[in-house]
């Protein structure tokens, strides 16, 4: 329970949806250039995530690389908050290992899986069923931080800000449970 819990709290971020879309375009002024521009960039940075992840998880055990990669993940949002779309960029590249956060806990909740007799079809059902009903939850919930946000506190960044608590959140679970 306490892995589906970690994954919810890490996947979250990924599942915001159009939210960010309008957000680059209302507060950032960014073009449909600029943002496929950076959605190609983030695509590279995934790919390196993940090449990179899997070797660290080896050398550093399942507990230390999803800190190292959940605080990783803070970067990015705590940069948009702070200085914007660029900040948001920087924070992405430097925390690349934030794009595969996850990879920690997969290898856990399948360590987990094999130990309890569970198979492994079975779990990767129940992960996409799970990350399905986070792309339903995400942008729902992101759209409503975004314009109360904005509505009530003057702020845009709420999402982001959001997105640092749940990466503390996460850091905090996986140190305690893995």
Known sequence: RVLALLLMVQSLPTFMGDTFQILAKTEWNLTTKGFSSFVAMFGIINIAANVVGSQMVVKLGIRKYTALATLSAALSPLGASLFSFRGLVVGA??????????????????????????????????????????????????????????????????????????????????????
Do not use: C, H
């Not at 931080?145 to 003057?154: A, D, I, N, Q, S």
């Open 93 to 178: 590249i430097l925390g690349f290992l934030g794009s595969a956060q996850m990879l920690g806990v997969t290898a856990a909740l399948v360590a987990e899986g094999a130990k309890s007799d569970v198979s492994q079809g079975k779990l990767a059902g129940e992960r996409s069923s799970f990350l399905a009903l986070m792309k339903v939850i995400g942008p729902i919930w992101y759209s409503m931080l975004y314009v109360k946000g904005k509505k009530f506190l003057g702020v845009s960044s709420l999402p982001f800000l959001f997105n640092i608590m749940l990466g503390m959140t996460a850091f905090g679970i996986s140190q305690y449970y893995l």
